[in-house]
């Protein structure tokens, strides 16, 4: 069955770094884009980033850009979230996605996801 089991939300201070975590099957891995979302309180589901696979090819949401990085590890079947330059403005819940939706214009939502994982950035 597929699975995405999220790690390394926490607690940071602004300015600092955290580092999250996806593993999954390699089949999940090798086959479909993935990427993150997050959720605010009292806000949207937000894209964050994205990696797909064909061509190596990366997205990022404006307000993330130059801050984090989505990479992967294939011995892992790992796709990970480097967040650093926290903002008070990245606190949310934060999903990892899997087989991602192009909506023309930007990514829109996903096939598989994680159960979320807190990211809490304190000013």
């Known amino acids: 069955q597929v699975q995405l089991v999220e790690s390394g939300g926490g607690l940071v201070q602004a300015g600092g770094s955290l580092r999250l975590s996806c593993a999954t099957s390699?089949?999940?891995?090798?086959?479909?884009?993935m990427g993150w979302f997050r959720q605010a309180p009292g806000k949207e589901r937000e894209f964050v980033a994205a990696?797909?696979?064909?061509?190596?090819?990366?997205y990022y949401a404006d307000s993330v850009k130059g801050r984090f990085t989505i990479s992967g590890d294939n011995a892992k079947n790992t796709v990970y979230l480097q967040m650093d330059s926290l903002k008070p403005e990245d606190t949310a819940v934060y999903y990892c996605?899997?087989?991602?939706?192009?909506?023309?214009?930007?990514?829109?939502?996903?096939?598989?996801w994680g159960q979320g994982t807190q990211v809490t950035v304190s000013s």
């Open positions: 996605a899997a087989d991602l939706k192009w909506g023309g214009s930007s990514w829109i939502g996903a096939s598989y």
């Open positions: 990696i797909h696979w064909i061509g190596g090819v990366t």
């Open positions: 390699g089949r999940i891995f090798s086959t479909y884009p």
